[in-house]
């Protein structure tokens, strides 16, 4: 199947949203993100911080704020130079958990 | 590094007056587990309330419709004795000596246990999130409500 995007993120890790993770964890999950392409993509490439997942060693998990709430981007990594998207939603914060590993 | 703060306070959060019937998913290869009480296509925010669980609110009216579980089975389910009973459908035949024949069973059956993961998991979210029990009883409601 082919990748629904790739974009380059503050680092230069280059990280791909394949058309099954979309459709099929994204959209699936919460159909309304479908209007929010632009924001994922937007949230990879110009984060407002970037956080290391407590629970998962190998994901870092994208936030950029907007005037209400915040886009998350969950981003698993392939190696240093790549990564893929997990999922993606809306949220109010971070976890408590979750610690900046980047910030704009 | 400074924290980044949340931007809605829980206070601000209030649940729904009108029962709704709840819509509940799994999503295996994420391990998430979604009860929501509105349809799925209503636009929703996450408010994390510990590592595993995030309420699902309205962003207009701030109304709670939903929770989030993250890695459900191999944290959250572990971890809850009684949710783990209702969420192993082979037990749940077993202990109610049924075996399906069709595939109407399965969705009677499947109609059976939902109030069962649903009461699962409020008591569970209850008992694992302190800050969730000064909202217990609008909490009960909620749920009471919805699983009529």
Known sequence: MPDKFTIADPNGKVVTCSEEQWNDHILANRPW???????????????????????HPDRNNYYRRYKSNYMKVVVENDNTNSAKVITAFVANSPKSSESIIWKK | MEKITGIVSIKDLKFPKKPRQPYLRYDRELDVFFILMVPPEIETVAYYVDSHVALLYISKNKEIVGFQVEDFERDFLPKHLSLQNAWKLSDVLQKDNQRPQNAGDIIFTIQEVKPRIVRGVQEAIKATVPSFVQHSKKFDEAFSQCLV
């Not at chain 1, 993100?33 to 629970?55: F, G, H, N, W």
């Open chain 1, 33 to 55: 993100m479908s209007s929010y392409e632009k924001r994922v993509q937007k949230t990879i490439e110009d984060p407002t911080a970037i956080l290391q997942d407590a629970a």
